[in-house]
């Protein structure tokens, strides 16, 4: 049905300007395809007498061919039911450029007539089609088309300007009045809140239209409409054709009565349900009532390109406009109904009444979405029990609120900011979050899922399938679930955990705390002291800057610890460990593991399996612990401890102390430096022994190659660098013992 709607004028057939030219009648002998290869053809002047057969949502549009000429205004009118020359109720006329491209469209001619009018400025000579459909593809019937010439266009006028919501909503609220020689009006609600109304002249659709209509108003601001029995401050009826609103308004500016009009054809064409044209046009009508004019200069009827003061005026960012959202060409949306007020709607009407108070259904915790705790309309609309698409503003009050969309399958992307616009269900900016309202909590379903918190604490919960889950600032928690997900913490001291599947989780700055979960997964902790463990699967961690803990979990992983002082651990697999910068503590633990710790006194031990050990510059202190090991210290003075296994050890530069004790295995030592390296030895291998060369005389020994101390039990350690008498001599000066 119309998509627009007169406020306070009915629709005069008189407009139709310019009248038709002569020409000759061209009927529809045979089916008129729609596309560029109709085989009809129109001459400025000539009438089409066509019919279109489809009435049962079935896609039909008959194609004709016209000639423009660059710089004329052209009319093409069809007269149909509405206007008695044909059975066509409700026509649709869209206008295409020679390759077919959309150009320009109308659905009604204005007010009360259905058939359709479009008048429109060709911009280049040459071949163009004008294609008649109906409604939605409603119906079916035959009608008549005459193109006409009407003159030269319009000289052109100043391009509109996109519109920030205050100077939108301030159009609403005084421009478009201005504009139309009047002045800005409201109720008097200084003294009550309240607004009376009667809406027992509609029938029982009508009466529920408006009833949900003042549940999306109540919603957003201070006001209370009240089914009254006497003096009323707005009157509702159906018996006129159309649908438009009127207000009788006092000097001051205050509205002393309004009247709302939206008939019962209206209704049938529409629906009556809440994704029906029908509740859009109630809460457009009933803005009107309260004060709100249009989101342009315009009136009964609009074109986009030539009637809009705003770039963006669309349904998108106002209830109260003529344009869908596809008939604006610099947003970026799907086509939906808007069934709630709009951003800037709200901005305005909060300006005449201001926003709810305590009393607000929004000023508790609430939940937007699925199970919502909302009532009345919102409640269904919520849920997802619609069938049209719509479009809505959530605008909340107070309170620790959830998106819950858990029931939506499809990849949606999610800004939880304010004054952005979202994709929901498979729609294109469908869903706003208005100005000051803050959405704390979010859940989504099985889709690939896109989220982008706001500055407070949010948690958001991704659900199955591969999501990008963004926290921004504020303390958020962000939890992929199933699916190879994104999880950007962004700053503040943030939980993140990737459960299933092989995630990318990025802690930036401040402490976070990191859980890959199950998968395999890529950490990046960022700035700050953070904690991590990568859980199971083969993880890849980077600690980055700041002091961080690093747990791999199972799997076989790689850690790096970067700048700062961390702590690393393996855990279970065979993992890469490496510290980096700074002073690193490193543990392998279970599985055959590599460390390395690079720059900077690090600490690495190297836990149960066959280890390599890696100092690095720097002093510092290796253990291998069990399992036959490598370490080598590399530059720096370190500490070498092979512990239980048959281990290699190499000191590397500067002077190296090397540490064996009761039950270390038979170790190798391939670099020891006489005279600057240092042997420690246990005291519980040396029989009460505590000199010395009485230890060398008793346990030591040298081969052609090697220097040998066999302490018994398998306890040997060999020096494989040194032999000799000489050698086995001189090392008495370097042992100590613990």
Not at 197 to 223: C, H, K, M, P, Y
Not at 293 to 320: C, K, L, P, R, V
């Amino acid at each position: 049905m119309c998509e627009l709607c007169a406020l306070t004028q009915t629709f005069d057939p008189s407009r139709h300007t310019g009248g038709h030219n002569e020409g000759q009648t061209i009927f529809e002998d045979r089916d008129a395809e729609g596309g560029t290869s109709t085989s009809y053809y129109l001459n400025i002047g000539d009438t089409f007498s066509g019919a279109l057969s489809a009435a049962t949502g079935e896609d039909e549009e008959d194609w004709i061919a016209v000639e423009l000429e660059a710089g004329q205004a052209y009319e093409f009118d069809i007269d149909a039911y509405w206007g008695g020359g044909g059975t066509l109720l409700d026509s649709y006329l869209t206008l295409y450029d020679a390759n077919g491209n959309y150009v320009a469209h109308n659905d009604d001619a204005g007010y009360g007539n259905y058939d359709s009018l479009l008048t429109h400025t060709a911009s280049t000579s040459g071949t163009y089609y004008i294609a008649v459909s109906s409604y939605q593809d409603r119906f079916a019937g035959t009608y008549d088309l005459v193109v006409s010439h009407v003159g030269t266009g319009p000289a052109p006028t100043p391009s509109a300007t996109e519109g920030d919501l205050d100077t939108l909503a301030e159009y609403l609220t005084d421009g478009y009045w201005e504009d139309s020689g009047q002045s800005g009006r409201r109720f008097d609600t200084s003294i009550s809140n309240e607004i009376r109304v009667d809406i027992s002249n509609l029938t029982a659709d009508g009466q529920r239209l408006a009833q949900w209509a003042f549940q999306a108003w109540e919603l957003v601001a201070d006001i209370t409409f009240v089914e009254a029995d006497y003096d009323f401050d707005i009157t509702f009826d159906d018996d006129e054709s159309g649908a438009y609103s009127t207000s009788d308004v006092s000097y001051y500016g205050y509205i002393n009565a309004s009247h709302v009009n939206v008939s019962t054809n209206w209704l049938d064409g529409s629906g009556t349900s809440i994704d029906s044209y029908s509740l859009t046009t109630y809460i457009h009508e009933i803005g009107h009532a309260l004060g709100l004019g249009h989101q342009g200069q315009y009136n009964g009827s609009a074109t986009y390109g030539s009637s809009e003061t705003f770039s963006n005026d669309s349904w998108q960012i106002s209830i109260m406009s003529y344009f869908s959202q596809t008939e604006n060409s610099t947003i970026d949306a799907d086509y939906a109904l808007p069934v709630t007020a709009m951003m800037a709607d709200i901005v305005a009407i909060q300006n005449l009444y201001g926003a709810p108070e305590v009393s607000s259904p929004t000023t508790g915790d609430t939940t937007w979405g699925y199970e919502t705790n909302l009532e009345g309309y919102f409640e269904d609309l919520l849920n997802g029990e619609t069938d049209a698409a719509v479009a809505f503003t959530i605008y909340d009050a107070n309170g620790t609120d959830l998106l819950n969309l858990t029931h939506i399958h499809t990849a949606n992307r999610i800004n939880m900011n304010d004054m952005t616009y979202s994709d929901v269900g498979g729609l294109t900016g469908n869903i706003g979050i208005a100005r000051g309202t803050v959405i704390e909590n979010a859940s989504l379903g099985n889709g690939d899922d896109t989220v982008i918190g706001n500055a407070t604490a949010n948690t958001i919960s991704g659900g199955a399938g591969n999501d990008s889950l963004e926290g921004n600032a504020g303390f958020d928690s962000l939890y992929g679930e199933d699916g190879n997900d994104s999880l950007v913490g962004g700053t503040g001291e943030d939980y993140i955990s990737g459960d299933e599947g092989n995630d990318e989780l990025y802690g930036n700055s401040s402490l976070d705390t990191i859980y890959g979960g199950r998968g395999d997964d890529y950490v990046s902790a960022g700035d700050g002291v953070d904690w991590v463990d990568g859980g199971s699967g083969d993880d890849t961690i980077h600690g980055r800057s700041g002091w961080d803990s690093l747990y791999g979990g199972a799997g076989n992983d790689s850690i790096v610890g970067s700048s700062g002082d961390d702590q690393l651990a393996g855990n279970d697999g065979n993992d890469w460990l490496s510290g980096g910068s700074a002073w690193d503590v490193l543990f392998g633990n279970n599985g055959n593991d590599t460390l390395f710790g690079n720059f900077g006194s690090d600490v690495l031990s190297g836990g149960a399996g066959e280890d390599l050990l890696y100092g690095g510059s720097g002093d510092d202190t290796m253990r291998g612990l069990e399992g036959d090991d490598r370490l080598e210290g590399n530059q720096g003075i370190d500490r070498l401890d092979g512990g239980s296994g048959n281990d290699i050890l190499r000191g590397g530069t500067l002077a190296d102390t090397f540490i064996y004790g009761l039950g270390y295995d038979e170790d190798e030592i391939e670099d020891f430096r006489l005279g600057e390296d240092q042997l420690n030895l246990s005291l519980e291998l040396l029989d009460g022994l505590s000199d010395a060369d009485e230890v060398l005389a008793q346990f030591g020994a040298t081969t052609s190659d090697a220097l040998v101390l066999d302490f018994g039990d398998g306890d040997i350690l060999t020096i494989t660098n040194l032999f000799g008498e000489e050698a086995l001599a001189a090392l008495a000066d370097d042992i100590r013992f613990f």
